[in-house]
Each structure stands twice: as structure tokens, then as C-alpha cells.
């Protein structure tokens, strides 16, 4: 029986696709069109235009040959949707027949009509044929079918984008060339959704929800809400598919991003599992192989979805209900970095825990994840990123080090990172034993004068510091230069000091700043430089010292 039906007699207004690439020797391209109000077909070869780093055809504006149309491609702000670039293999829709039947088990939607393709190989510029797809809602298997030439599909898997990639439903997004028939096809929709809801009512004798659901501009009303519909047909007592699964399949706009098997016909095999179970939460908690335990039935009653997301974190990390729930969240929830909102990358955590358990307990990657998140800015995992990364380029010299040191997985990282950097950085010692260094080196009561002794000591004074006195080691190496460290009573770094043909070159406190910014350390720098007979005078660094101050050993 007929319930309803939308006739659709022009999709576009102008067909557009190029056939080749761009002719850089005449700066042209070729392309065809078909003009629909007269059923012109033609060819021609456009200018490219170059604007910005931008390539372009200059085909704003075409005249149909035969009928004289004007065809504007491109408006003032945004493309003409009306008209439809396509490329040398697609298929698209010239018109649309779409019918809504009752038949004695469900629900049959069919769209058909004329479409067209670009003919590579033959003679003609466009191939013309009819097409027909029915998507047949089956109440009494609970069970949805797409059915177009020889493709045959069941619906109801948001992971699988076949449908959404193939069915010609999905040139119904908004245009003005199709607007009018807007309300005719949300009639339609009511009506399949509706008496969907009614049969499965009355077939298993309880009240179905409402299974509408936004349906967004992108792809038309029915995409979306077929794929809902189907999905609710299999998991009866599930809530409409959310926005992170129907939105674009892939992208998520303000939304969690999806985390989905890799191959994607994997919830399909579970259909008929589904369907047999008393309620889609237990059977998706059993495809899972997660425990049916009330932390994941509240999570799952929310996003049903997210199972194979928490069946990964559950066998990943160390098969904690609690912990497993704590580290959903961390992956689910949004967070702000003050300018954007921003979500983990899920699938880079279960990752990096996967490679850290292969050197630790999966405690102790629940207690770096843990650790990680509170300490991280933004509460970003980054040191759970970076030990994973730093274990898996050990060398087999680091690796076996770390197989007799067993960092502990608080301390991993730091070890690792030191042993990389000792790594990268080769350890060259410097001569410190002559006369000179001899006479630079001093100490006072609370000020000491020292040289490093190798190049991981100048490394480390730069890091400390903040400056780029790591990048001496050459000239020191080479005795071209001579670096004087300066620390306090309590052993921390407090100035650094050239020297360079018995002159004071630069003398720079943390950050680069100039000693004589630090009136007492000035002065002790002054004093230290008359002892060792070094010239100060010609170093800007250095300021006169202030009749005033003393040096620190005389100061109260």
C-alpha cells in the first residue's frame, strides 16, 4: 500500500565535471557539462587561474549553448549549490522518485529516477541510465536492506559508511532547486518513522521511544535518519544515535571523537547477537567481554556505542571496574585549553599504555596515566605520550641499561630522557689542569668559582641556566674560549662567565640576564676577575661596582 510519495522532477540546475588535469603548456582544463532544462550537453576548456597559493578554474559564469541559460558556478560568498561539481567517476541523480509502501512486514523506501555519469570511453559526454534502490525495513526481523543494482546491504552500523557513500538519498541536502519539496519529505519521514514504531510496539509488546533525531544540513533529511532508524530496529531499547556517530562518520564537530573497530563490517557480525539478547545493554556488555557490572551498565545506557571504546581501556590497562570508568571519562570528556575545546586522542593513550605494559605492570600505567592527567597541563597525558615514545626508540645500549637499572614508572621518564640526551650528546672531556684554569677556579666563603670539566657539565649548566652556553663545547674543547661557572653556599648556579683572551667577554646571571642586574653578585664577579689578574672593564655585563657593597664573605 502507498502511503506517500515525493517527485523530485529536476535535482540541479547544471552538471559540471572535469575530465583531466590541468594543461600547464596552455594553462587550460578541460570539462563537460549537461544542462538539465534542455538536456544540452557540451564540452569546453577553461582558463586556470592562479590566486594565493590557489588554483582555479575561471568558469563562474556558463551559457548553455542550446537554451542561452545562464549558469552562475560561483556566487559572491559561497559556491551555487544549485550546480553540482562532480568528478570523471561519480554518479549523481537528474531527478528523484521517492515512495514510502506498507507491505505485510514492515516498510518498503524507494527512490528512482534518471542519473547520470561522465563517459570516459565512449563516444558520448555523459552516460545516461535509470537507477532504483529500496531500502526495506523488515519488522518482523528486525532487519533493514538497502538494495541498489547488484549492492545489497544491511543497515543499522554507524561505523560502516557505505550507504551514506552510494545511496543518491544523499543529494538531498539543502538547495533551492529542491526546497520546495523540503516539507513533502519530512512527511514521509514521519510517516516510516512513526509506523515503524508502531509495528515493533506492537510486535514485542512493549513502547518503543520516538526515533527522531536532528538530521543536520550535510547529507538531507534521510541519510541520517534511515541509519537511526535501522540502528534502533536492532537495539530496540537504545537511545537515537548521537551526534559523535552521525556526524560526517568520521568528524566530530564539539563532540567526543569516535572510537570504532578497525575494521568497520565488525558491528554488522554482531547484528543477529543483538537481536537475540533480552536488552542491547547486556548483549553489547557480552560482545565486549566486559563484566556486567552497574558502572559500565550507566555508561553504556548513555552511549551504547562507546563498548568497544571501554572493552579496549578495560583489557589495555589493568581490568580495574574503577579505574576502567576513571580513564572513560578522562577520553570522553571535553576539555578547554582557554582558547578551544578540545578532546584525548583515545586511540594514541590505549597506544601508548600498550607499549608501556610491555615494560611495566599495568598498575603502573594506571598510576602513570593517573599521575600524568593531574599533573599535565590541561590535564593532557603528555608524560604517558613521552615515556611511551622514549621506550619504544631505546637503543639496545639504553635498553639493556634499563633492564639492570628498573627505573620505577614515577622516575621512567626522567631516566629515559637523561639516558636519550647522554645519548645525542657525546661526553668530551675538557683539560681543566693548566696554569689558567688553575688561576680562574677560586672559592670564597659563599661564592664558588669552577670550570666544567666535561661537555655534559657545560649541557647542564646551559639547561639550568636557560642560556646557550651548551653550544661551546668546540670553542672550549678547542681552547679557544674559557667558560667560568659561579655558585652559591648551596650549590645552585647562579652566574656563567666567558673568558676570552684573558678578558671577560660576557657574564650572564639566569636567562641571559646581565650580572650587573644583581648588585652583590656584580661585585663578587669584580672582585674575582682582580684576583685572577682577568680584564672586566671592556664587558657590558659588568657595571662599576657601587663603593657601598661588599663582596658577600664581608657582608652581614
Keep these: 500500500m502507498l502511503l506517500g510519495y515525493v517527485n523530485i522532477p529536476q535535482m540541479f540546475t547544471f552538471y559540471t565535471a572535469y ?48 537554451c ?12 551555487n549549490k544549485n550546480v553540482l561539481c562532480l568528478g570523471r567517476k561519480d554518479t549523481v541523480p537528474v531527478n528523484m522518485l521517492i515512495k514510502l509502501e506498507e507491505f505485510k512486514y514492515g516498510l518498503r523506501l524507494t527512490a528512482s529516477g534518471a542519473e547520470i555519469t561522465p563517459d570516459e570511453m565512449g563516444s558520448m559526454l555523459w552516460y545516461k541510465k535509470h537507477y532504483n534502490e529500496t531500502i526495506t525495513f523488515d519488522i518482523n526481523k ?42 513533502q519529505m519530512l512527511d514521509l519521514l514521519k510517516k516510516l518513522r512513526t509506523g515503524i514504531c508502531k509495528a515493533l510496539t506492537k510486535k514485542l509488546n512493549h513502547n518503543i521511544g ?18 537511526n532508524i535501522a540502528y534502533r530496529m536492532i537495539c530496540v531499547d537504545a537511545p537515537n544515535l548521537s551526534n559523535r556517530y552521525l556526524h560526517d562518520y568520521r568528524k566530530a564537530d564539539n563532540e567526543a571523537p569516535i572510537y570504532c573497530p578497525a575494521d568497520e563490517k565488525f558491528f554488522a557480525k554482531k547484528f543477529n547477537c543483538i537481536r537475540k539478547a533480552k536488552d542491547t545493554i547486556s548483549a553489547f556488555i557480552e560482545i565486549a567481554g566486559l563484566p556486567d557490572k552497574r558502572a559500565f551498565r550507566r555508561i553504556l545506557a548513555k552511549e551504547p556505542l562507546d563498548w568497544w571504546l571501554l572493552s579496549d581501556i578495560y583489557k589495555t590497562f589493568n581490568q580495574n571496574i574503577d579505574d576502567t570508568v576513571t580513564i572513560y571519562n578522562h577520553c570522553t570528556e571535553q576539555k578547554c585549553n582557554g582558547y578551544s575545546y ?52 631505546m637503543s639496545e645500549k639504553v635498553k639493556q641499561k634499563f633492564n639492570i637499572v628498573k627505573p620505577s614508572i614515577a622516575t621512567a621518564h626522567d631516566w629515559l630522557s637523561a639516558e636519550q640526551w647522554k645519548e645525542e650528546h657525546k661526553m668530551i672531556p675538557f683539560d681543566i689542569d693548566n696554569p689558567l684554569c688553575r688561576r680562574l677556579a677560586m672559592q670564597s666563603d659563599r661564592i664558588k668559582f669552577f670550570l666544567p670539566g666535561t661537555s655534559f657539565d657545560l649541557y647542564t649548566a646551559g639547561k639550568k641556566l636557560k642560556n646557550c652556553v651548551g653550544s661551546y663545547v668546540d670553542e672550549v674543547k678547542n681552547k679557544e674560549t674559557q667558560i667560568v661557572l659561579v655558585s652559591d653556599d648551596k650549590g645552585k648556579l647562579v652566574v656563567c662567565i666567558e673568558v676570552k683572551n684573558n678578558k671577560v667577554e660576557q657574564a650572564k646571571l639566569f636567562a641571559n640576564k646581565c650580572v650587573s642586574t ?39
Aim: contains cysteine; aromatic residues 12%; hydrophobic residues 30%.
Design 210 to 227: 520516538s526515533m527522531y533525531r536532528p538530521y543536520g544540513s550535510d547529507n538531507g533529511p534521510f541519510i541520517y535518519s534511515v541509519i
Design 68 to 79: 542561452g541559460t545562464l549558469h552562475n558556478r560561483r556566487g559572491f560568498r559561497r559556491d
Design 142 to 183: 528486525r532487519k533493514t536492506v538497502l538494495k541498489k543494482g547488484s549492492m545489497e546491504i544491511e543497515l543499522g552500523n554507524p561505523f560502516d559508511p557505505e550507504f551514506a557513500d552510494n545511496s543518491n538519498l544523499r543529494y538531498l541536502y539543502g538547495h533551492t532547486c529542491i526546497n520546495k519539496y523540503h516539507s
Design 518 to 556: 644583581d648588585p652583590l653578585l656584580n661585585a663578587e664577579v669584580i672582585d674575582w676577575a682582580e684576583k685572577a689578574k682577568i680584564d672586566w672593564q671592556g664587558c657590558s655585563d659588568i657595571k662599576q661596582r657601587d663603593n657601598y657593597l661588599m663582596p658577600l664573605p664581608a657582608a652581614v
Design 342 to 393: 578540545y578532546y584525548l586522542d583515545c586511540k594514541d593513550i590505549l597506544l601508548n599504555a600498550a607499549e608501556i605494559s610491555q615494560y611495566y605492570s599495568k598498575d603502573d600505567v594506571v598510576k602513570l596515566f593517573k599521575s600524568s592527567v593531574k599533573t599535565g597541563v590541561r590535564h593532557d597525558p603528555y608524560i604517558l605520550t613521552d615515556t611511551a615514545r622514549l621506550l619504544h626508540y
Design 19 to 66: 575530465m583531466d588535469e590541468i594543461d600547464y603548456e596552455s594553462g587550460s582544463m578541460p570539462a563537460i557539462h549537461y544542462c538539465p532544462a534542455c538536456g544540452q550537453e557540451f564540452s569546453a576548456r577553461w582558463a586556470v587561474m592562479h590566486n594565493m597559493g590557489y588554483t582555479y578554474t575561471n568558469d563562474k559564469e556558463v551559457f548553455c549553448p542550446n
